[in-house]
């Protein structure tokens, strides 16, 4: 039992006194037993406490007469006691008591509070990952706090962040790689946290977070090429999980090496020109601070002599309507190769000026047509005579090979 001093005025209201929650206060009207003191006034100090302060020291208690005016002689013999629920000793279950502080001053109704104090002895906090592997796209997630405890206020730091974010779970993105990711939790009820430093717990990752694996894949364009082309390579990079990825990029042919940037998750790496010969490929990813190294073999890559096709195209009809859709008739022939493949590119144009703006289509020449097919190009909607460019992009043995021809459109 105590006896508290204080001329603070307080309205009637409800408390709840945590040892990191809230409470409700409840003032009860006086009895008229005196002619000038009315009621008496409980009021915490705070709205929450923790296990192992007075209870009853952190209430202000004060003495009203019928005008709300404080009873300054009143206030010494004020009575506060407390119940069996307050005395809260450690390692006790629940974590969480509720206990009644009771204030009386002679014959008056006596006011009363109810309090909750916490034991903030077992908050504690943890982070688990979704994965084994601490790397990005990984979900990291805080602890929860104890059964029935108000909830908890999370936020994420590293080194590079004062804050990466708030709430229960963080995801890692690539900005991690390298650092240790923590979350601080604190049980901001009722002012726990400003006022108990044991109200804010924090943790940290199990490891800094790990460089990731990318997935790389490259096919050659053709993996064979005359001396005349340009071999080319495409590639793809992505971090599973994450996504496309970009980087430094090194292709490996014969006793030579090539060094690119590869932007934005896929591309063409072109190769000069070689010589004939045989070449093996290896397309290299230089990883960074960020994502490791990976490598992939493509294979040998063919260089041989150029030959040049035979290119013939005619029309199944030299006028059309420009409702309908011209057909070019495209052969291709060359010595030594029986099933010619590739791109052809039909090019059209009339006039001069902005009507000489020429459009295009392309089209693939498959190796069972074995050099010959039928082409329908879009339809043509103006009326005039085109000057028509059909082109072989050429592939493998072959080089390239246009010739030009005319349209009527009616």
């Known amino acids: 039992m105590s006896r508290l001093e204080s001329s603070r005025p307080v309205h009637r209201a409800s408390i709840v006194v945590i040892a ?27 709205e929450a ?18 005008t709300g005016a404080v009873v300054d002689t009143a206030r010494r013999s004020v009575t506060v006691t407390s119940d069996a629920g307050c005395d809260f000793r450690a390692g006790e279950p629940p974590s969480i008591r509720t206990c009644t502080v009771t204030a009386r001053y002679g014959d008056l109704a006596p006011a009363t509070a109810s309090v909750q104090v916490f034991d903030l002895s077992v908050l504690a906090v943890s982070v688990t ?85 990318v997935a790389l894949g490259a096919t050659l364009a053709s993996s064979v090429v005359n001396t005349k082309r340009k071999p080319a390579i495409d590639v793809t990079l992505a971090v599973p999980g994450v996504g496309p990825w970009s980087g430094p990029m090194t292709v490996i042919y014969g006793s030579a090496r090539l060094e690119t940037p590869l932007v934005g998750g896929a591309g063409r790496i072109t190769l000069p020109k070689l010589p004939i010969g045989a ?13 490791n190294a990976a490598s992939i073999e493509l294979g040998t890559l063919r260089v041989v002599k150029a030959v040049s096709p035979t290119l013939k195209a005619t029309w199944a009809a030299k006028s059309v309507k420009r409702t309908g859709r011209a057909k070019v008739k495209v052969a291709v022939t060359a010595k030594g ?25 392309s089209f693939t020449l498959k190796a069972t047509s074995k050099g010959k097919a039928t ?19 050429g592939n493998g043995k072959l080089t390239s090979k246009s010739v030009r021809t005319s349209l009527k459109v009616r």
């Open 279 to 291: 070449y093996p490929i290896t397309v290299w990813y230089q990883g960074n601070e960020q994502a």
């Open 49 to 66: 406490i923790a296990r192992g302060d007075d209870v009853e020291d952190r209430m202000a208690v004060a003495v009203l007469d019928e």
């Open 129 to 213: 990952p979704s994965t084994p592997v601490i790397a990005p796209g990984a979900v990291l997630t805080a602890s929860a706090p104890p059964a029935g405890w108000p909830a908890l206020r999370y936020t994420w730091r590293s080194p590079r962040a004062a804050t990466l974010g708030e709430g229960p779970s963080y995801l890692l993105t690539m900005a991690d790689i390298g650092t240790t990711v923590s979350v601080t939790a604190a049980l901001e009820h009722g002012g726990l946290a400003a006022h108990y430093p044991a109200a804010t717990k924090s943790a940290s990752a199990p490891a800094a977070v790990a460089k990731v694996n």
């Open 20 to 46: 990191g929650v809230a409470f409700s206060l409840l003032g009860l009207s006086a009895t008229p037993a005196f002619a000038a003191p009315a009621r008496v006034v409980i009021t915490p100090t705070y």
């Open 337 to 361: 190769v029986k099933a010619p493949t590739g791109t052809v590119t039909v090019t059209w144009a009339k006039g001069k000026g902005k009507a000489s703006k020429p459009a295009n289509a």
């Open 375 to 393: 082409f329908a190009l879009p339809t043509i909607k103006k009326k005039g005579t085109y000057k028509v460019t059909v082109t072989f992009t």
